[in-house]
């Protein structure tokens, strides 16, 4: 793949799909590391395995060692990404994954900030919501949503809950925009509660396919995408009855799904496809996209985002979810492309601009890729304190993608001073506003 010192576009890649980056397997060629991306199911489809969190936190641990001066951290940084072919084998699919996804565990501060609370179905309020008493939260919440504004969102959207626990709608948009906000755990239990309140909810159920897709739940993904055609009122006839299918709320399982059961949803969706004649179902054209990732057909799943764009072009999460595929069919250059036009829609879109950087990196822009987690980072904390909201919890998995990227450029310094949390520096550094 060759290499790219511009990760910006100004115009839409025509190819656009969806998908995440999920294939990076980082290869050493001519003694420079560059990300690749690994085949792998839908938005994640190849999920870290605990034994890689484990080595990526051993690998972590030892370049960070107190007994050791900051050049030597950052020797053993540059080392382990220079000449440890095997973690990177490992890692490959991690890094386009933590694009769509919040898998790697959240570092200790961000868990120390978002705590207790754990009401409905295992979710973690915030402690320290100011707008928990807000007449009409929900609408106000709404308004910021559209305004890009994803982590006052969620105050205002948990602030509704906590005043209406039934309100599913409230758990709809709270599920969404916490994927949105690269934090697919907290997603998938709001959408599940969602569900179990208004089993019929089209949104959540796509929704929680594509975060289902994203965290490796493949099986669960699949079932979600199949409750979707049993519940549209449009394609149900298309399901004939089973007795006895498990319910959307049953433990979640990490095994590939079964290639006669992924089969046979593909076919349900590919028949209302067909039924439909010339006219085009953005919603169901998402669906089939998700099906395609998850069997690996990338070309396929882009032909079917590209499709739902025809007729959504201003929808920012399609475009996000076409970068996605392309980057997972080797097509990081495009995929950018994609990313960028989901950013020019909504900048506030916090994933995007994190998969924008993985991408970033597949192409050796480090630098590139580095302002934009930062920008990522800026906007979450920035967005908590114009709220006065205490102890801005921000995705671990940013810092972590940051910390890579900044040991690839050489700069021992500024990879010190993201293993702090100093994000105040780093902004000065790359001359980014605070």
Same mark, same amino acid.
């Given at each position: ?28 060629s ?14 994640e ?45 490992k ?14 565990s959240?570092n ?39 305004e ?12 509704? %809950? ?11 948009f709270?599920? %969404? ?33 594509v ?21 549209n ?10 007795k ?18 992924l ?8 028949e ?64 950018v ?21 993985i ?15 930062l ?53 000065r ?6």
């Amino acid at each position: 793949m060759a290499e790219r010192k511009s990760c910006s576009s100004r115009t839409g890649s025509k190819e656009l799909l969806w998908s995440s980056e999920h294939r990076s397997q980082p290869e050493l060629s001519s003694g420079k590391s560059a990300l690749n991306s690994e085949s792998a199911s839908e938005l994640e489809l190849v999920p870290p395995t605990q034994a890689r969190l484990t080595k990526e936190q051993r690998w972590g641990s030892a370049l960070l060692s107190r007994n050791h001066s900051l050049e030597e951290e950052f020797e053993r940084a540059k080392a382990a990404v220079e000449s440890d072919t095997e973690f990177w084998d490992k890692m490959q699919a991690e890094w386009e994954e933590m694009a769509r996804r919040n898998w790697i565990s959240e570092n200790q501060e961000a868990q120390n900030q978002v705590t207790i609370s754990a009401s409905e179905k295992g979710y973690y309020f915030h402690t320290e919501n100011p707008f928990k008493d807000w007449p009409g939260a929900f609408e106000e919440g709404l308004k910021r949503l559209k305004e890009g504004d994803l982590p006052v969102t969620i105050l205002f959207m948990e602030a509704a %809950i906590l005043q209406d626990p039934g309100d599913a709608e409230a758990w709809q948009f709270l599920g %969404i925009t916490q994927a949105e906000n690269e934090n697919e755990q907290a997603a998938i239990v709001a959408l599940q509660r969602c569900l179990e309140l208004q089993p019929n909810n089209l949104k959540a159920l796509m929704a929680l396919a594509v975060s289902y897709t994203n965290t490796g739940h493949q099986q669960d993904a699949c079932e979600a995408l199949k409750n979707w055609i049993k519940q549209n009122p449009k394609y149900k006839y298309l399901v004939k009855s089973k007795k006895g299918s498990p319910g959307l709320t049953r433990r979640m399982s990490k095994s590939p799904v079964d290639s006669s059961v992924l089969e046979g949803v593909k076919e349900l969706y590919l028949e209302a496809a067909h039924q439909n004649g010339d006219m085009i179902d953005p919603d169901l054209q998402t669906g089939l996209g998700v099906l395609f990732h998850l069997s690996g057909e990338f070309n396929r799943a882009i032909d079917a985002f590209n499709a739902a764009l025809t007729v959504r072009p201003e929808d920012y999460s399609l475009w996000n979810r076409l970068g996605a595929t392309l980057a997972n069919g080797d097509r990081s250059e495009e995929a950018v492309e994609a990313y960028t036009r989901a950013l020019e829609i909504q900048p506030g879109f916090i994933r995007s601009r994190y998969n924008l950087g993985i991408s970033c990196i597949n192409l050796g822009a480090y630098r590139e890729a580095v302002s934009n987690f930062l920008t990522a980072l800026s906007l979450q904390r920035k967005s908590r304190n114009q709220q006065q909201v205490p102890h801005p919890a921000i995705s671990g998995n940013i810092w972590a993608a940051l910390r890579i990227a900044l040991s690839l450029m050489d700069q021992p310094e500024l990879f010190q001073a993201a293993n702090l949390g100093d994000l105040d520096v780093l902004l000065r550094a790359f001359n980014l506003d605070p």
